[in-house]
């Protein structure tokens, strides 16, 4: 089944705890992202990857960093989180830029 | 830097009446226009996209949304709304001069009343 996975689906950590959120995708898609939604703002994206080792910021970055060493892999990782990361977070892959996206199934973060 | 509104937090219809969920955008090159759907709980799913061609779009469900040059608008639609289709909808635009950048909208909230 053509699916993007994401793990864990909810975490609660303490502030300055670093953590990985793991995003796989099994479709061979060369475009992967990162979004965080809050209420009232929809989607923002923090991070995007048009193929492997290669990546670049989204509309907030901030306190977050991501690698691209496999086509099918996308890890999230917050090095010192704080509350303002208290998110629920979602990964997509799509084939190109003019194609509709894959969400997985999004992983709710709260940074204590 | 592209960027799209959906004015309206919330959208009240009842079951078997059309129903109207707005976007406006804005790009400096062509836009990529997309609609998204998200159940409670749930990812967001697909449901229907503007790249070129004809202005009317039909996809999944039943919906179809009007891409509008003029008005920079792409509003989704449908004729006859079911309850089921109560859900949060998101319009989404990339540039074409800037592909890699997706915006999305805040979202609307609809809801069909039996």
């Known amino acids: 089944e053509a699916q993007v996975t994401q793990n864990p689906r909810y975490l609660i950590t303490v502030t300055g705890k670093k953590l990985t959120v793991t995003c796989s995708q099994n479709m061979n898609h060369e475009y992967m992202s990162w979004y965080r939604q809050d209420p009232g703002l929809g989607l923002r994206q923090i991070y995007y990857?048009?193929?492997?080792?290669?990546?670049d910021k989204g509309d907030v970055p901030e306190g977050y960093k991501v690698s691209r060493k496999e086509k099918r892999n996308f890890p999230l990782i917050l090095e010192s989180p704080s509350p303002n990361q208290t998110s629920l977070y979602f990964c997509?892959?799509?084939?190109?830029?003019?194609?509709?996206?894959?969400f997985g199934p999004g992983t709710r973060l709260t940074v204590l | 830097a592209q960027s799209v509104a959906q004015p309206e937090d919330q959208v009240n219809v009842a079951e078997g009446n059309p129903l109207t969920v707005k976007c406006t955008y804005s790009v400096s090159g062509n836009p990529y226009l997309f609609w998204y759907v998200q159940y409670p709980n749930r990812g967001l799913q697909f449901l229907l996209k503007y790249i070129t061609g004809d202005n009317l779009v039909k996809g999944s469900y039943g919906f179809e949304a009007e891409f509008n040059k003029s008005q920079t608008s792409f509003h989704l639609k449908k004729p006859s709304a079911l309850v089921s289709d109560s859900a949060l909808y998101f319009c989404a635009v990339r540039d074409s001069y800037n592909n890699n950048d997706m915006r999305f909208g805040a979202g609307t909230r609809l809801t069909v009343k039996p």
């Open positions: 997509a892959s799509s084939p190109g830029p003019a194609n509709e996206q894959f």
């Open positions: 990857s048009m193929n492997v080792e290669v990546t």
